[in-house]
């Protein structure tokens, strides 16, 4: 099983679909847990980092799972503009200088469509 | 804010050349790293550093060297470029080395070596 898998897609939605990605991870000690988002050809960008108890950024919300070891990402109203590839990370230390060990997935590519 | 800063955004170099990448970043930032992407495999580590005097091998550092010049720059070199080296090259930087910490990345150099 790899460290961190995510469905690759594409997914393909109509704009204001509300879309949901999931990523698994397999190293139950695993401390932290982000999404970033990564446009064709650039830089990725951090979406939300994912807290225990979940969070809400406006139209996105991130839920982590630890029991059935996964995070998830849930889009609503999508947007044309929300169209790129999210890319689930696992960190699984603690501590300080950890950063080195960052999981990245291979990310989920989403079309929104007109 | 420039934020995290590479060059050169794309570069040719025959197999056996040599090549300095180059990324500076202004957000005082401790930690700097060095990926490499390409398709299929995600983002990989090539090389980070800590701090300022300091630089260890992540996941795939043969071929490669850095330079961690001072707190704002942190170089990688190609001594002798192999095609197997034709990527899409990241520096990234972040701040606190807990476990939320956000990477911040440039805007990416597209090496190809023929």
């Known amino acids: 099983r790899k460290e961190v898998e995510q469905d690759p897609g594409p997914f393909n939605v109509p704009e204001g679909a509300t879309v949901a990605f999931n990523c698994t991870y397999s190293n139950s000690a695993s401390q932290s847990f982000f999404w970033y988002r990564q446009d064709c050809r650039k830089e990725p960008k951090l979406l939300m980092s994912v807290y225990s108890s979940g969070n809400e950024d406006g139209r996105f919300t991130a839920q982590l799972n630890r029991a059935s070891q996964y995070i998830s990402l849930l889009i609503r109203d999508s947007k044309l503009s929300d169209s790129a590839t999210y890319l689930c990370?696992?960190?699984?230390?603690?501590?300080?200088?950890?950063?080195?060990?960052?999981?990245w997935g291979l990310g989920t590519s989403l079309a929104v469509n007109p | 804010n420039a934020g995290v800063t590479q060059t050169p955004k794309f570069q040719v170099l025959k197999t056996g050349q040599s090549m300095t990448l180059q990324c500076a970043q202004d957000m005082n930032h401790n930690s700097m790293y060095w990926y490499r992407q390409d398709p299929g495999m995600g983002l990989r580590l090539i090389y980070y550093s800590a701090s300022e005097g300091t630089t260890d091998k992540g996941e795939v550092p043969n071929g490669y060297n850095v330079s961690r010049l001072n707190k704002r720059e942190f170089s990688l070199r190609l001594e002798s470029a192999a095609p197997s080296q034709t990527s899409v090259y990241f520096c990234?930087?972040?701040?606190?080395?807990?476990?939320?910490?956000?990477?911040?990345f440039g805007q990416g150099t597209r090496l190809t070596v023929v």
């Open positions: 990370v696992v960190n699984p230390l603690r501590g300080a200088g950890n950063n080195r060990k960052l999981i």
């Open positions: 990234a930087s972040s701040d606190r080395q807990g476990v939320r910490a956000e990477a911040f």
